[in-house]
């Protein structure tokens, strides 16, 4: 497995050995040796989820607050999406900032998404099957939201024709300025 840094250095790709021929492919999804040696972290997973998307559709910028706050390893096993992680961590340096990636069913990437980061992804396939694991439960009391278009951070979104699908969480969602006031 190949582990690829971004531009915030916390958030890893990881691109796994695909073995293929006729019959198919074999590759392994996680390894806990290899996500230690590129993360430095002793992570324990505790949940997995697992979401289907249409087309269009933008779930996020989802977090976690602590002491619930989540990481999270995520890849796609049906369609693509482009995935971003913005850093919320209000002492870091890279405060603000976002890394965007596409995943894919055919790429097979993940993506390692530490705490104190907001998430989320926009569908670009008819449909997408997204799998994520997580490093703490789901708390409803301590989950927020960023809007997905806030200027202050300025993601650049793949063309979004009709404007994304979105939840009535993330149309309501809060802006970073808003994130830091709280």
């Known amino acids: ?9 916390d958030v890893i790709i990881f691109e796994p050995k695909v073995f293929g021929d006729e019959r198919g492919f074999f590759f392994e ?11 430095g972290l002793q992570q324990e997973f505790v949940q997995d989820n697992h979401s289907k998307s249409s087309k269009g ?12 706050a989540q990481g999270k390893l995520v890849r796609v096993v049906q369609g693509e ?7 919320i961590r209000k002492s870091s340096p890279t405060f603000g900032q976002w890394v965007g990636v596409h995943l894919s069913a055919e790429n097979k990437r993940q ?18 099957e997204f799998l994520y694991k997580t490093t703490n439960y789901y ?3 301590h989950e927020g939201a960023l809007l997905w278009n806030d200027e ?3 993601i650049t979104w793949p063309d979004i024709t009709n404007g994304p699908l979105l939840s009535t969480k993330d149309m309501n969602a809060a802006t970073l300025h808003q994130f830091l006031t709280e």
């Not at 497995?1 to 250095?9: D, L, S, V, W, Y």
């Not at 999804?29 to 993360?39: G, P």
């Not at 559709?57 to 619930?68: E, S």
């Not at 999406?81 to 850093?87: E, H, I, L, N, Y």
């Open 29 to 39: 999804s996680f390894n806990k040796k290899l996500f230690i040696e590129a993360t």
């Open 139 to 141: 708390s409803p009391e």
């Open 152 to 154: 202050e951070i300025g």
């Open 81 to 87: 999406v482009f995935d971003v992680a913005v850093d």
């Open 111 to 128: 993506l390692w998404i530490p705490e104190g980061f907001a998430h989320g992804f926009l569908t670009l396939s008819d449909t997408a």
């Open 1 to 9: 497995m190949n582990a690829i840094k971004t531009e915030i250095p």
């Open 57 to 68: 559709v933008l779930r996020g910028l989802h977090y976690q607050l602590p002491p619930m």
